[in-house]
């Protein structure tokens, strides 16, 4: 029943390494957004994808790269992690472009870079 | 940048209206209030939105001045379960996304 899924909810590796998150949404909506909450609890917006294009990139560094095989899914792939990518990493998603605000967001992924 | 301010922190007793205030006194002729909300550990949840007429639904009230410079969030009868930080934000229909500010830090008491 969950709208949007993150998995894992947690994930803990070493700097240097190369970790990926999933999202799924089961509620049909055609754009999905990934969004980056630091440890100041800033919650800020990285990628957009509407049916599967690339709408938004706000600036993130090369290592971020989204992947959305279709539109219930987009993934977040992370090359050469650092520590200052450590933050909980929320996936959302709404019905269209010209639905206004209304986003539904999953539990998050907390990502630790030790 | 967020386009809102929000007070960092209120209090309320449960059972009581929790009323949280939010300016807006740059908002646009097209843009929309939101409210969201973050419950410790979760992902934000969106409450209620209005553009100008105030607005009503099973979680909240959104009250806009006739200015539409400011609003409030009303939670009627708040719990413990309200305890989280709430956002204000502004954007229009088409928003691509949404810029959250720091909130408000709303902690009900028993």
């Known amino acids: 029943d969950t709208a949007v899924s993150q998995t894992p909810k947690y994930l803990v590796t070493q700097m240097g390494n190369d970790k990926s998150i999933k999202c799924e949404q089961n509620l049909g909506h055609d754009t999905m957004y990934w969004y980056k909450q630091d440890s100041k609890k800033f919650l800020k917006i990285m990628f957009s994808y509407n049916n599967k294009e690339l709408i938004i990139n706000e600036t993130v560094p090369n290592r971020f790269s989204p992947k959305s095989p279709d539109k219930a899914h987009l993934n977040l792939h992370i090359n050469s992690l650092e520590l200052g990518d450590s933050a909980v990493y929320f996936c959302?998603?709404?019905?269209?472009?010209?639905?206004?605000?209304?986003?539904?967001f999953g539990p998050g992924t907390r990502l630790t870079v030790l | 940048d967020a386009k809102t301010t929000q007070p960092p922190s209120m209090d309320c007793a449960e059972g009581r209206a929790a009323n949280l205030p939010c300016n807006h006194s740059?908002?646009?002729?097209?843009?929309?209030v939101y409210w969201y909300r973050q419950i410790h550990s979760q992902g934000p949840q969106y409450i209620i939105h209005?553009?100008?007429n105030n607005e009503t639904n099973e979680m909240a009230s959104l009250i806009i001045t006739e200015d539409r410079k400011s609003s409030t969030l009303i939670l009627p009868h708040a719990t413990l379960r309200d305890t989280a930080v709430y956002y204000c934000i502004v954007g229009d229909q088409g928003a691509q996304k949404l810029v959250f500010g720091q909130g408000t830090r709303l902690t009900i008491n028993p």
């Open positions: 959302a998603s709404r019905r269209g472009l010209a639905e206004g605000g209304t986003q539904y």
């Open positions: 209005g553009l100008k």
């Open positions: 740059t908002i646009s002729g097209n843009e929309y």
